[in-house]
């Protein structure tokens, strides 16, 4: 069984900054893709940044310029660091990875249980 665990999360003043981690571990034989997603009170689940294994990035035009996303696939962990943050930005924030458990096995999705983060004076 794969977990995802999300951390790093907490309380920042507006302008302040945050590093998020989302460490993946279980018997995988490869992560592909993986991203950041945040959910707000009353508001859909977003994309906020993702990475493929190779690296390329793709992030969303609210956070672009502030965010920088990346990873270790030695360690299978990825990071989100968060500059420069808002009000807005309050959400809690999901670590998702496509996973490939075995090499003769399809992919599938897994996801963190969240880390929220709180930008508030």
């Known amino acids: 069984q794969v977990q995802l665990v999300e951390s790093g999360g907490g309380l920042v003043q507006p302008g302040g900054s945050l590093r998020l981690s989302c460490a993946a571990s279980?018997?995988?034989?490869?992560?592909?893709?993986m991203g950041w997603y945040r959910q707000a009170p009353g508001k859909q689940r977003e994309l906020v940044a993702q990475?493929?294994?190779?690296?390329?990035?793709n992030y969303a035009d609210s956070v672009k310029g502030r965010v920088t996303i990346s990873r270790d696939n030695a360690n299978n962990t990825m990071y989100l660091q968060m500059n420069s943050l808002k009000p807005e930005d309050t959400a809690t924030y999901y670590c998702?990875?496509?996973?490939?458990?075995?090499?003769?096995?399809?992919?599938?999705?897994?996801w963190g249980q969240g880390t929220l983060v709180s930008v508030s004076s």
């Open positions: 990475i493929a294994r190779r690296g390329n990035t």
């Open positions: 998702y990875a496509m996973v490939v458990i075995r090499e003769t096995d399809s992919p599938m999705d897994a």
């Open positions: 279980g018997s995988i034989a490869t992560i592909y893709g």
